[in-house]
């Protein structure tokens, strides 16, 4: 059975740093691209940011760049997210996914369709 386990989630103040893990098993992912996307309540599920098989390029959406990063360990076929200045507009619920295909050389890596098996989530709360 294919499984994602996101952790690392949780509450912390305005200004502080999670990261988040998101580990595979039942198969390997070392040759696609992986995704995190995020939801907020009341809201749809957005992009974050994505990372090519080789971790050689990585993408974010304008509302985390600077702040996150996400990167990725092949050998233990896991995804990290960093993330750092944290903001109550933050808080979610975060999601990792697998890419359809090794690399992204356009927008479409945002694209929920283009990801296939996803994570249950883990709630990030930014709050004073």
């Known amino acids: 059975q294919v499984q994602l386990v996101e952790s690392g989630g949780g509450l912390v103040q305005p200004g502080g740093s999670l990261r988040l893990s998101c580990a595979a098993s039942?198969?390997?992912?070392?040759?696609?691209?992986r995704g995190w996307f995020r939801q907020a309540p009341g809201k749809e599920r957005e992009f974050v940011a994505a990372?090519?098989?080789?971790?050689?390029?990585?993408y974010y959406a304008d509302s985390v760049k600077g702040r996150f990063t996400i990167s990725r360990d092949n050998a233990n076929d896991t995804v990290y997210l960093q993330m750092n200045s944290l903001k109550p507009e933050d808080t979610a619920v975060y999601y990792c996914?697998?890419?359809?295909?090794?690399?992204?050389?356009?927008?479409?890596?945002?694209?929920?369709?283009?990801?296939?098996?996803w994570g249950q989530g883990t709630q990030v709360t930014v709050s004073s």
């Open positions: 039942g198969r390997t992912f070392r040759s696609v691209a």
């Open positions: 990372i090519n098989w080789s971790a050689r390029s990585t």
């Open positions: 996914a697998v890419g359809r295909r090794p690399s992204y050389s356009s927008g479409i890596y945002s694209e929920e369709n283009e990801y296939t098996n």
